[in-house]
Protein backbone atom coordinates (compact mmCIF):
# COMPACT_ATOMS: atom_id res chain seq x y z
CA UNK A 1 0.00 0.00 0.00
CA UNK A 2 2.70 2.76 -1.13
CA UNK A 3 -0.12 4.60 -3.04
CA UNK A 4 -0.62 8.47 -1.53
CA UNK A 5 -2.97 9.13 1.14
CA UNK A 6 -4.76 11.96 -0.85
CA UNK A 7 -5.23 9.87 -4.62
CA UNK A 8 -6.06 6.87 -2.57
CA UNK A 9 -8.87 9.12 -1.83
CA UNK A 10 -9.14 10.99 -4.63
CA UNK A 11 -9.04 14.34 -3.01
CA UNK A 12 -6.45 17.58 -3.08
CA UNK A 13 -3.92 18.01 -0.12
CA UNK A 14 -5.48 20.90 0.56
CA UNK A 15 -8.79 19.12 0.88
CA UNK A 16 -10.69 19.89 4.25
CA UNK A 17 -11.85 17.30 7.14
CA UNK A 18 -15.55 17.20 5.58
CA UNK A 19 -13.84 16.78 1.49
CA UNK A 20 -11.96 14.20 2.98
CA UNK A 21 -15.06 12.31 5.15
CA UNK A 22 -16.91 12.74 2.28
CA UNK A 23 -14.86 10.83 -0.20
CA UNK A 24 -14.03 8.24 2.21
CA UNK A 25 -18.22 7.56 2.44
CA UNK A 26 -18.31 7.60 -1.50
CA UNK A 27 -15.48 4.86 -1.73
CA UNK A 28 -16.45 2.62 1.63
CA UNK A 29 -19.96 2.15 1.05
CA UNK A 30 -18.54 1.35 -2.80
CA UNK A 31 -16.12 -1.23 -1.75
CA UNK A 32 -17.46 -2.89 1.76
CA UNK A 33 -16.45 -6.25 1.15
CA UNK A 34 -20.56 -6.91 2.10
CA UNK A 35 -21.72 -5.30 -0.52
CA UNK A 36 -18.97 -5.51 -3.39
CA UNK A 37 -17.62 -9.45 -3.77
CA UNK A 38 -15.14 -8.47 -6.42
CA UNK A 39 -11.60 -10.06 -5.31
CA UNK A 40 -9.70 -6.62 -4.97
CA UNK A 41 -12.79 -5.26 -2.89
CA UNK A 42 -11.19 -6.20 0.47
CA UNK A 43 -7.86 -4.80 -0.52
CA UNK A 44 -8.88 -1.48 -1.73
CA UNK A 45 -11.60 -1.04 1.40
CA UNK A 46 -8.73 -1.83 3.56
CA UNK A 47 -6.73 0.77 1.76
CA UNK A 48 -9.25 3.56 1.74
CA UNK A 49 -9.81 3.42 5.23
CA UNK A 50 -6.13 3.42 6.32
CA UNK A 51 -5.79 6.75 4.07
CA UNK A 52 -8.91 8.25 5.78
CA UNK A 53 -7.76 7.00 9.25
CA UNK A 54 -4.64 9.18 8.95
CA UNK A 55 -6.09 12.26 7.04
CA UNK A 56 -9.13 13.07 9.23
CA UNK A 57 -6.52 13.08 12.29
CA UNK A 58 -5.03 16.49 12.25
CA UNK A 59 -1.61 15.20 14.38
CA UNK A 60 -1.25 12.19 11.66
CA UNK A 61 -2.22 14.26 9.08
CA UNK A 62 1.10 16.45 9.97
CA UNK A 63 2.95 13.40 10.65
CA UNK A 64 2.01 11.83 7.22
CA UNK A 65 2.68 15.51 5.13
CA UNK A 66 6.32 15.71 6.59
CA UNK A 67 7.21 12.25 6.38
CA UNK A 68 5.11 10.24 4.13
CA UNK A 69 3.41 6.88 5.28
CA UNK A 70 6.64 5.60 6.46
CA UNK A 71 6.85 8.29 9.19
CA UNK A 72 3.40 7.32 10.09
CA UNK A 73 4.13 4.11 10.90
CA UNK A 74 7.20 5.16 12.45
CA UNK A 75 4.92 6.82 14.53
CA UNK A 76 2.07 4.56 15.25
CA UNK A 77 1.27 1.13 15.30
CA UNK A 78 -0.93 -0.14 12.77
CA UNK A 79 -4.03 -0.35 15.79
CA UNK A 80 -2.65 3.06 16.75
CA UNK A 81 -3.20 4.43 13.02
CA UNK A 82 -6.93 3.26 13.22
CA UNK A 83 -8.36 4.25 16.47
CA UNK A 84 -9.50 7.44 17.37
CA UNK A 85 -11.63 7.81 13.60
CA UNK A 86 -15.33 7.01 13.80
CA UNK A 87 -15.96 4.57 11.32
CA UNK A 88 -19.11 3.48 13.06
CA UNK A 89 -20.68 6.63 11.81
CA UNK A 90 -20.70 5.51 8.07
CA UNK A 91 -21.81 1.51 8.58
CA UNK A 92 -24.43 2.40 11.11
CA UNK A 93 -27.94 1.18 9.86
CA UNK A 94 -26.63 0.33 6.51
CA UNK A 95 -27.30 -2.96 6.72
CA UNK A 96 -23.78 -4.56 6.71
CA UNK A 97 -20.71 -4.86 9.61
CA UNK A 98 -19.51 -2.81 10.92
CA UNK A 99 -15.77 -1.40 11.17
CA UNK A 100 -14.81 -3.55 14.09
CA UNK A 101 -16.02 -6.87 12.04
CA UNK A 102 -13.93 -5.43 8.73
CA UNK A 103 -10.96 -4.86 11.28
CA UNK A 104 -11.11 -8.36 12.47
CA UNK A 105 -11.29 -9.29 9.77
CA UNK A 106 -8.00 -7.61 7.91
CA UNK A 107 -5.56 -7.94 10.97
CA UNK A 108 -6.85 -10.97 13.03
CA UNK A 109 -8.15 -8.10 15.96
CA UNK A 110 -10.22 -4.89 16.90
CA UNK A 111 -9.12 -1.49 16.85
CA UNK A 112 -10.54 -0.60 20.44
CA UNK A 113 -9.35 -4.23 22.06
CA UNK A 114 -8.16 -2.99 24.87
CA UNK A 115 -5.07 -5.36 25.53
CA UNK A 116 -2.25 -2.94 23.48
CA UNK A 117 0.37 -1.10 23.89
CA UNK A 118 1.35 1.09 27.15
CA UNK A 119 -0.48 4.79 26.90
CA UNK A 120 1.75 7.35 25.71
CA UNK A 121 2.44 10.32 27.94
CA UNK A 122 3.03 14.01 27.68
CA UNK A 123 5.48 16.13 29.50
CA UNK A 124 5.84 19.95 29.20
CA UNK A 125 9.42 21.46 29.70
CA UNK A 126 10.08 25.28 30.25
CA UNK A 127 13.56 26.18 29.48
CA UNK A 128 15.21 29.30 28.45
CA UNK A 129 16.40 31.09 25.64
CA UNK A 130 19.94 30.71 27.41
CA UNK A 131 18.99 26.81 27.78
CA UNK A 132 19.40 26.38 24.09
CA UNK A 133 22.21 28.27 22.99
CA UNK A 134 23.62 24.17 23.13
CA UNK A 135 22.55 21.08 23.62
CA UNK A 136 21.81 20.66 27.31
CA UNK A 137 20.15 17.86 29.73
CA UNK A 138 17.37 18.62 31.92
CA UNK A 139 15.73 15.82 34.55
CA UNK A 140 12.41 15.22 35.03
CA UNK A 141 10.38 13.54 37.31
CA UNK A 142 7.62 11.22 35.68
CA UNK A 143 5.12 9.70 37.50
CA UNK A 144 3.88 6.18 35.31
CA UNK A 145 2.86 3.00 35.32
CA UNK A 146 5.82 0.41 35.59
CA UNK A 147 5.74 -3.20 35.49
CA UNK A 148 4.66 -4.75 38.41
CA UNK A 149 7.71 -6.02 40.30
CA UNK A 150 6.05 -9.02 42.72
CA UNK A 151 4.49 -10.24 39.88
CA UNK A 152 6.67 -9.46 36.89
CA UNK A 153 3.60 -7.74 35.14
CA UNK A 154 0.75 -10.79 35.04
CA UNK A 155 -1.20 -9.04 37.52
CA UNK A 156 -1.76 -12.73 39.74
CA UNK A 157 -0.34 -13.47 43.07
CA UNK A 158 3.01 -14.76 42.95
CA UNK A 159 2.50 -18.80 42.60
CA UNK A 160 -0.97 -18.52 40.55
CA UNK A 161 -1.53 -17.67 37.05
CA UNK A 162 -4.09 -15.87 34.56
CA UNK A 163 -6.53 -18.09 33.34
CA UNK A 164 -7.52 -17.95 29.38
CA UNK A 165 -11.07 -16.21 29.61
CA UNK A 166 -13.80 -19.23 28.81
CA UNK A 167 -16.13 -17.16 27.62
CA UNK A 168 -14.35 -15.66 24.76
CA UNK A 169 -11.46 -18.56 24.55
CA UNK A 170 -8.65 -16.30 24.79
CA UNK A 171 -9.46 -13.75 21.93
CA UNK A 172 -10.87 -10.70 23.69
CA UNK A 173 -14.21 -10.63 21.52
CA UNK A 174 -17.30 -12.13 21.42
CA UNK A 175 -19.53 -12.21 18.33
CA UNK A 176 -23.18 -10.68 18.99
CA UNK A 177 -26.01 -11.63 16.01
CA UNK A 178 -28.74 -9.60 15.22
CA UNK A 179 -31.69 -9.99 12.86
CA UNK A 180 -34.01 -8.10 10.95
CA UNK A 181 -35.99 -9.66 8.82
CA UNK A 182 -34.18 -11.54 6.22
CA UNK A 183 -31.02 -9.22 7.62
CA UNK A 184 -28.41 -10.86 9.86
CA UNK A 185 -25.64 -8.70 11.50
CA UNK A 186 -22.22 -10.19 12.92
CA UNK A 187 -20.47 -8.06 15.50
CA UNK A 188 -17.44 -8.42 17.23
CA UNK A 189 -17.34 -6.45 20.54
CA UNK A 190 -14.85 -6.66 23.63
CA UNK A 191 -15.63 -9.27 25.78
CA UNK A 192 -17.38 -8.48 28.95
CA UNK A 193 -16.22 -10.97 31.19
CA UNK A 194 -12.51 -10.19 30.59
CA UNK A 195 -12.99 -7.12 29.61
CA UNK A 196 -11.13 -7.28 25.97
CA UNK A 197 -8.04 -9.38 27.80
CA UNK A 198 -8.57 -12.70 26.93
CA UNK A 199 -7.61 -13.84 30.50
CA UNK A 200 -9.56 -13.39 34.18
CA UNK A 201 -7.09 -13.34 37.45
CA UNK A 202 -8.79 -15.16 40.08
CA UNK A 203 -6.39 -14.29 42.75
CA UNK A 204 -5.47 -10.79 41.97
CA UNK A 205 -1.70 -9.25 43.08
CA UNK A 206 -1.91 -7.79 46.32
CA UNK A 207 0.98 -5.30 45.11
CA UNK A 208 -0.70 -4.12 41.93
CA UNK A 209 -4.42 -5.41 42.65
CA UNK A 210 -4.38 -7.67 39.53
CA UNK A 211 -3.54 -4.56 37.16
CA UNK A 212 0.19 -5.88 36.49
CA UNK A 213 1.52 -2.22 36.61
CA UNK A 214 2.20 0.28 39.25
CA UNK A 215 2.81 3.84 39.79
CA UNK A 216 5.93 5.27 40.45
CA UNK A 217 7.92 8.63 39.74
CA UNK A 218 11.25 8.21 37.26
CA UNK A 219 13.89 10.47 36.79
CA UNK A 220 14.75 10.62 33.16
CA UNK A 221 17.35 12.45 31.25
CA UNK A 222 16.38 14.60 28.53
CA UNK A 223 18.47 15.72 25.93
CA UNK A 224 16.72 19.30 24.55
CA UNK A 225 18.31 20.31 21.49
CA UNK A 226 20.07 23.39 20.86
CA UNK A 227 17.71 26.31 19.00
CA UNK A 228 15.14 24.04 19.48
CA UNK A 229 11.54 26.16 19.06
CA UNK A 230 8.64 26.78 21.22
CA UNK A 231 5.98 23.81 21.30
CA UNK A 232 7.84 21.19 19.51
CA UNK A 233 7.86 17.94 21.15
CA UNK A 234 10.50 15.37 21.66
CA UNK A 235 9.26 12.00 21.33
CA UNK A 236 11.66 9.19 24.12
CA UNK A 237 10.61 5.78 22.78
CA UNK A 238 9.25 3.24 25.34
CA UNK A 239 9.39 5.90 28.37
CA UNK A 240 5.48 5.96 28.75
CA UNK A 241 3.20 3.66 31.10
CA UNK A 242 3.51 -0.03 30.74
CA UNK A 243 1.64 -2.08 28.54
CA UNK A 244 -0.72 -4.77 29.68
CA UNK A 245 0.29 -8.68 30.07
CA UNK A 246 3.62 -8.18 28.51
CA UNK A 247 2.92 -5.76 25.48
CA UNK A 248 5.37 -2.65 25.04
CA UNK A 249 5.54 0.28 26.83
CA UNK A 250 4.16 3.20 25.43
CA UNK A 251 5.93 6.65 24.57
CA UNK A 252 6.84 9.69 26.43
CA UNK A 253 6.42 13.03 24.58
CA UNK A 254 8.18 15.75 26.09
CA UNK A 255 6.63 19.26 24.71
CA UNK A 256 9.16 22.17 25.47
CA UNK A 257 7.56 25.68 26.27
CA UNK A 258 9.88 28.94 25.99
CA UNK A 259 9.63 30.98 29.12
CA UNK A 260 9.20 34.95 28.13
CA UNK A 261 12.60 36.34 28.00
CA UNK A 262 13.20 39.64 29.65
CA UNK A 263 15.36 40.93 27.16
CA UNK A 264 15.11 39.61 24.07
CA UNK A 265 12.14 38.34 21.68
CA UNK A 266 12.59 35.77 19.16
CA UNK A 267 11.41 34.46 16.15
CA UNK A 268 13.72 31.58 14.34
CA UNK A 269 16.98 31.84 15.00
CA UNK A 270 17.20 35.34 15.36
CA UNK A 271 16.77 37.85 18.52
CA UNK A 272 15.52 41.06 19.05
CA UNK A 273 16.27 43.64 21.40
CA UNK A 274 15.00 47.13 21.79
CA UNK A 275 17.44 49.82 23.57
CA UNK A 276 16.98 53.61 23.99
CA UNK A 277 19.69 56.65 23.03
CA UNK A 278 19.50 59.77 24.22
CA UNK A 279 18.74 62.74 21.26
CA UNK A 280 22.48 64.06 22.20
CA UNK A 281 23.71 60.72 21.20
CA UNK A 282 21.71 60.35 18.47
CA UNK A 283 22.75 63.54 16.58
CA UNK A 284 26.23 63.27 17.28
CA UNK A 285 26.66 59.44 17.71
CA UNK A 286 27.73 57.15 20.28
CA UNK A 287 29.53 54.10 21.44
CA UNK A 288 26.89 51.67 23.36
CA UNK A 289 27.26 48.94 25.36
CA UNK A 290 24.06 46.54 24.48
CA UNK A 291 23.54 42.51 26.04
CA UNK A 292 23.41 39.58 23.62
CA UNK A 293 22.67 35.81 24.60
CA UNK A 294 26.54 35.66 24.35
CA UNK A 295 27.38 38.53 26.67
CA UNK A 296 27.46 42.51 26.57
CA UNK A 297 28.82 43.80 23.16
CA UNK A 298 29.97 47.07 22.09
CA UNK A 299 27.71 48.68 19.24
CA UNK A 300 28.77 52.14 17.54
CA UNK A 301 25.75 53.93 16.90
CA UNK A 302 27.01 56.55 14.03
CA UNK A 303 25.77 60.62 14.38
CA UNK A 304 22.35 61.50 13.03
CA UNK A 305 20.82 58.10 14.17
CA UNK A 306 17.11 58.04 13.31
CA UNK A 307 14.19 57.13 15.78
CA UNK A 308 13.70 53.28 14.67
CA UNK A 309 17.07 52.49 12.87
CA UNK A 310 17.82 49.45 13.44
CA UNK A 311 20.88 47.08 13.73
CA UNK A 312 22.36 43.73 13.38
CA UNK A 313 25.33 42.06 14.74
CA UNK A 314 25.33 38.83 12.69
CA UNK A 315 26.04 35.53 14.62
CA UNK A 316 24.29 36.84 17.62
CA UNK A 317 21.44 34.99 17.65
CA UNK A 318 20.40 31.45 18.41
CA UNK A 319 21.70 28.13 16.84
CA UNK A 320 19.48 26.82 14.07
CA UNK A 321 17.57 24.23 15.06
CA UNK A 322 18.33 21.05 12.84
CA UNK A 323 20.67 23.05 10.14
CA UNK A 324 24.42 24.33 10.42
CA UNK A 325 25.29 28.23 12.03
CA UNK A 326 23.62 30.66 14.10
CA UNK A 327 21.07 33.27 13.25
CA UNK A 328 21.84 37.42 14.34
CA UNK A 329 20.87 39.93 16.76
CA UNK A 330 18.58 42.95 15.66
CA UNK A 331 18.87 46.18 17.86
CA UNK A 332 15.93 48.61 17.64
CA UNK A 333 17.38 51.90 18.45
CA UNK A 334 14.63 54.06 20.29
CA UNK A 335 15.79 57.87 20.56
CA UNK A 336 14.35 59.31 24.15
CA UNK A 337 12.96 62.94 24.00
CA UNK A 338 13.78 64.80 27.59
CA UNK A 339 10.30 65.42 29.35
CA UNK A 340 11.52 68.65 30.79
CA UNK A 341 14.46 71.03 29.84
CA UNK A 342 16.22 74.06 31.79
CA UNK A 343 16.23 77.91 30.46
CA UNK A 344 19.97 77.27 29.64
CA UNK A 345 19.00 73.79 27.57
CA UNK A 346 16.13 75.52 25.85
CA UNK A 347 17.74 78.68 25.04
CA UNK A 348 20.99 76.52 23.67
CA UNK A 349 18.28 74.35 21.66
CA UNK A 350 16.69 77.83 20.14
CA UNK A 351 20.54 78.81 18.87
CA UNK A 352 20.85 75.70 17.32
CA UNK A 353 17.36 75.74 15.94
CA UNK A 354 18.05 79.15 13.88
CA UNK A 355 21.52 78.42 13.09
Avoid at 10 to 25: F, I, L, N, P, T
Avoid at 83 to 100: H, I, L, T, V, Y
Avoid at 214 to 219: I, S
Avoid at 309 to 316: A, M, R, Y
Wanted: aromatic share 8%; charged share 30%.
Amino acid sequence: MAKDYYEVLGVQKDASKDQVKDAYRKLALQYHPDRNKSPEAEGRFKEISEAYAVLSDDEKRRQYDSFGREGVYQKYSQEDIFRGADFGEFFRGAGFGGFDDIFAQFFGGSPDRRQRRGEDLTYHVQVRLEDILQDSYKEIDIPRNEVCAVCNGSGARPGTSPQQCDTCGGTGQVQRVQSAGFARMVRIMACDKCNGRGYTIAMPCKECQGRGAVERKRKIQVMIPSGIEDGQTLRLRGEGNAGENGTPPGDLYVMINLAPHSLFARQGSDVYLETKVGVVEAMLGAELRVPTLYGDVKLSVPHGTQPGTVFKLKGKGLPKHGGWGKGDQYIKVNVEVPRSLSGGQKDLLKRFGSA
